[in-house]
């Protein structure tokens, strides 16, 4: 089964920045479209990227357009989160994800098969 680990998180000023990363010992980054997600206490969970979409793109979250972005190092099979200019409303536990996909409707979503534990991110001053 996909195994996925997060890393990373921690706590940071606004205007920080901060690199997660999410390790797989069992799964095919070229393979499965690989995200993450996060959720904010008392809020619902929100995607906030999946990489390798059915349309060839690269999806962010209205909320972290230009400030996040996903890469990844296949000789370490680990995918990272850069975050950048960070605010206190990015405060939240951020999960790594696989096999997401969006869906586009009335208002965007995402989904995925296989999560990870999470890693918590604080921004406050």
């Known amino acids: 089964q996909v195994q996925l680990v997060e890393s990373g998180g921690g706590l940071v000023q606004p205007g920080g920045s901060l690199r997660l990363s999410c390790a797989s010992s069992a799964f095919t980054s070229d393979y499965y479209a690989i995200g993450w997600f996060r959720q904010a206490p008392g809020k619902e969970r929100e995607g906030v990227s999946c990489?390798?979409?059915?349309?060839?793109?690269?999806y962010y979250a209205d909320s972290v357009k230009g400030r996040f972005s996903i890469s990844r190092d296949n000789a370490k099979n680990t995918v990272y989160l850069q975050m950048n200019s960070l605010k206190p409303e990015d405060t939240g536990v951020y999960y790594c994800?696989?096999?997401?996909?969006?869906?586009?409707?009335?208002?965007?979503?995402?989904?995925?098969?296989?999560w990870g534990q999470g890693t918590q991110v604080t921004v406050s001053s």
């Open positions: 990489g390798n979409t059915s349309d060839g793109s690269t």
């Open positions: 994800v696989a096999d997401c996909t969006v869906v586009r409707g009335p208002r965007v979503g995402m989904l995925a098969n296989y």
